[in-house]
């Protein structure tokens, strides 16, 4: 059982938890069941894994898991309550960019929780892939995995850039073809913009088509994963795709 | 210039951080100009305001306003950069249930993000009402407020019970109706279930229809902030209310 805050295992845990190490060192770490289990569930192989002494869990799928005691483990944890078990993935092992007819490409969308969700919408409403532009939250940091739902598992990530051969439909709060009005193409990306700023004159103006989701008058708009939502669930629902 | 913590004006703002305190007072806390302005768009009039003696904001808007030493407002703050202006409202003065042709109705959706995000939705795809079960988390507190834009301002709030003569759709996450195939009615109210129970099967029985959104197969379900933004979508595309 590793009680030791010095443990070269507990270490990395510990050291994943900042974007630029995760970028140093291509690796990220997942905490609690759903999470890990989506991960196996999607082939990847853990470079690590770490189980709660008290209460371990996943160890049938994770031969390889060590031990760790409870306050330990609980002080590792970005939770309120700890995680049973904290595995460690490789980047390189996650889905590259596949053959799907549908996308989202976020521009500089921040927060991670909006990553996350829009991940999730992917996943479900998809199945899509993701292009992250620069400036986007990681997809596999602590808040981004949890509004996931383990689809960072599950859906391929590319460049914001990628994508060739796609019809890319920019998103914009207002002033665009209303997007049930668009006779959506076969191959789509969804182009969709930062938190406050939206998409900038240039992505815009590179973009295929502008489309805007009516809304009513007065509200501000609608939050960016909500929009890469609806924009899917529109796609899927052209194609009559109700499976 | 208030700096002071021991002011009675900062004292409160710090005791509506809980939400016992907010229950007890009928009061919340604001922080920052949008919402803040959001608020005062929407008629209310705060119960007090704070600016930043440093940067103040929204004075010419709020004369009754006083102004804190840059420090002491930092530490009122539950944001990364504290706010210029810090607002408190009375919930009572908040929108109360009117009539409107739709609303969602949330059963025990406990995290503040997705109370906060449905408020948004409800805004701008409504606009819509909507009704809060117990064990909601509390749409004034600061995370909900954050989520919602202002929205909180603008959409009436009731409790989960309310809406008779309304036909009530509860969204499953699989086994309904396909949404796109329901025919949706003229004064409907969408019931969502909690972040990972869903809705328990006395609510569903009490439901006039389930639907589900029809999602791809591997995927657990969509968040429910993002299914109850498609649920609304959905009921707007049957109006052909595209203005």
């Known amino acids: ?4 805050a010095a443990n070269p295992r507990v270490k990395l845990v510990r050291k994943l938890e900042s974007r630029r190490q995760r970028d140093k060192l291509g690796l990220f770490a997942c905490e609690g069941e759903d999470l890990v289990a989506a991960g196996l569930d999607a082939g990847l192989q853990p470079v690590e894994a770490l189980v709660d002494a008290d209460r371990p869990a996943l160890l049938e799928r994770l031969p390889q898991a060590e031990t760790v005691a409870p306050e330990l483990m609980a002080s590792l944890s970005t939770l309120p309550h700890p995680a049973r078990v904290v595995a460690v993935f490789r980047r390189a092992d996650l889905p590259q960019l596949a053959e799907a007819p549908v996308g989202l490409a976020l521009w500089r969308v921040s927060d991670p929780g909006n990553v996350g969700t829009l991940l999730r919408a992917a996943d479900a409403l998809g199945p899509a892939f993701a292009l992250l532009s620069s400036g986007c939250a990681d997809p596999t940091g602590p808040k981004a995995l949890r509004a996931s739902a383990g689809a960072v598992f599950r859906v391929p990530l590319g ?13 914009a709060p207002r002033d665009g073809v209303p997007l049930p009005e668009l006779e959506l193409p076969e191959r789509v990306i969804f182009v969709l913009g930062a938190e406050r700023e939206g998409l900038p004159d240039e992505v815009l103006a590179a973009a295929d088509a502008v489309a805007s989701i009516p809304q009513a008058g007065r509200a501000e708009s609608l939050n960016v994963a909500t929009a890469g939502a609806i924009a899917l669930y529109e796609w899927r629902r052209g194609r009559g795709a109700w499976t």
């Open 1 to 4: 059982v590793i009680s030791s």
């Open 159 to 171: 460049a914001f850039e990628a994508g060739e051969g796609f019809v890319r439909i920019a998103l």
